[in-house]
Structure formats: C-alpha cells, structure tokens
C-alpha cells in the first residue's frame, strides 16, 4: 500500500493508508441483509427439517458455504449432494423474496464505489454467497460495472475463514495482498483477511466491535461508510 504521513515535531507520523485494491464481503457489509438471511434459515431449519433452533443458535452457524452450514447443524450424513444443492437455492429464493423490497446499498458506499472507480482502484467482491445471490444485488442495484473480480462459494475449494477467497481476489486484480483493503461484518471474515495478510476495515452490521477483540487486522469501525475516514480512504 502507499502510505501517507505528515510531518510534526521533526517526526513523520503515520495516519493513513491509501489501498491499491478494494475487496467487499456482501452480505452484511455491502447491504444490511443478515438478519433476512437468518429468518430464511430458521424457517427453513425448523419448519422444513425439524431441527427447532433458536435464532442465535442460527446466527451463530452462518458462516461459510451454505452447503457447509447444513453439515455443522445436520451432519455429514443427512442430506445427499443434490440436495444440499436444492436446499442452499431454496433458502436464497425465501431470503430474495422477503428482503427484495429493502434491497439498498449501506448509506455512503455508493459515493466510496464511486470513488475509487474514478480513480481506477480496482475492487472485487470476496464472498462466501452463491452466485445465483450475488447477481441478485449486483443486477437489481446495477452495480457489476464497479467489480473487475467476483470470487464466490463456487469458485473456491475451502470458504472462509481460509484465506483463498480474499488470495484469489487479489490475484484476479493483480494487485499484492498485503496491498489490499478487505471490508467484512463478521469475526469469521476479518480471520480470513488476516490469514490472507490484509487489513480490515468491519461494519457493525451483525456484531458489536468487542466481538473482534481477538482481531489485530482492523484499520476501522463504522456503522455504514459515511464519516470523515471514508472521504479521505482513498487520498
């Protein structure tokens, strides 16, 4: 990254650091969808599969590839391929319908979106969300022209907190890692950031800041992208 300083008392002092690429988490970090996303899979758990979870105990399984979260609640012998696959489509078609109405963009990120694709930084999304999900926020919201990279569930063989979906990002931009600014909501995806030697930016979305404690990685905590700290991220 390049670094930007002023100078006091005959010192240089650090006080930014101006990314050469932005990598978006989306659920959560891009929209504020995650308590949508949490009543899809309670219904679908409880009502369709019997499993009676409570809604933190949902909460706290949503991570990961969809097909992933019904192995931790079910079992690795519960459901068949096909229809893990079937179940994962099931659940974003519920979450679509219901959260379509509210679909927006957190208050300021159009404005940083707009930003760096002026100043022809490069941004990806890095998210553990299936494509048929993705292109739901992107197409509605038309917003696929601002991203030079999308890695999604598919396209990796390990999901977060391993690093390859942030890794592969910056190799799709061809930008170092350690050069890149990740944006995430949740401790799972900050861990993958700091696997992937980047730095963090997390909106209290879903967690509350003390939840990252363990976390060294965080530049910055926001509620949105509005404040003083986004209109100078970018120099």
């Known amino acids: 990254m390049q670094h930007a300083y002023f100078y006091a008392k005959h010192k240089y002092i650090y006080i930014m650091t101006?990314?050469?690429?932005?990598?978006?988490?989306?659920?959560g970090t891009m929209i504020n969808d995650m308590e949508f996303h949490t009543r899809a899979w309670q219904q679908l758990f409880n009502n369709d599969l019997g499993a009676n979870l409570?809604?933190?105990?949902?909460?706290?399984?949503?991570?990961?590839k969809n097909q992933?979260?019904?192995?931790?609640?079910?079992?690795?012998?519960?459901?068949?391929?096909?229809?893990?696959?079937?179940?994962?489509?099931?659940?974003?078609?519920?979450?679509?319908?219901?959260?379509?109405?509210?679909?927006a963009l957190l208050p300021g990120l159009k404005e940083l979106l707009d930003a760096a694709y002026e100043r022809n930084i490069p941004m990806a999304i890095g998210?553990?969300?299936?494509p048929f999900n993705i292109n739901f926020v992107l197409d509605?919201?038309?917003?696929?022209?601002y991203f030079k990279a999308?890695?999604?569930?598919?396209?990796?063989?390990?999901s977060k907190p391993n690093p390859e979906t942030f890794i592969n990002a910056a190799h799709l931009l061809q930008v170092d890692p350690t050069d890149c600014l990740v944006f995430e909501d949740t401790p799972k995806g900050v861990e993958t950031a700091k696997n992937a030697n980047m730095k963090c930016v997390v909106l209290t979305t879903t967690h509350e800041a003390d939840e990252f404690n363990y976390l060294d990685n965080i530049l910055h905590y926001s509620a949105d992208y509005t404040g003083e700290y986004f209109r100078t991220l970018l120099g």
């Open 18 to 27: 101006i990314p050469k690429a932005l990598v978006f988490d989306l659920n």
């Open 54 to 64: 409570n809604w933190a105990d949902v909460k706290k399984e949503m991570y990961g």
């Open 68 to 103: 992933e979260v019904l192995v931790r609640v079910f079992g690795p012998e519960r459901f068949t391929q096909a229809e893990m696959d079937e179940l994962s489509v099931e659940k974003e078609r519920r979450y679509q319908k219901e959260f379509l109405p509210h679909l």
């Open 127 to 130: 998210s553990a969300a299936i």
């Open 140 to 145: 509605n919201l038309n917003l696929q022209h």
């Open 150 to 158: 999308i890695v999604s569930a598919d396209d990796v063989k390990l």
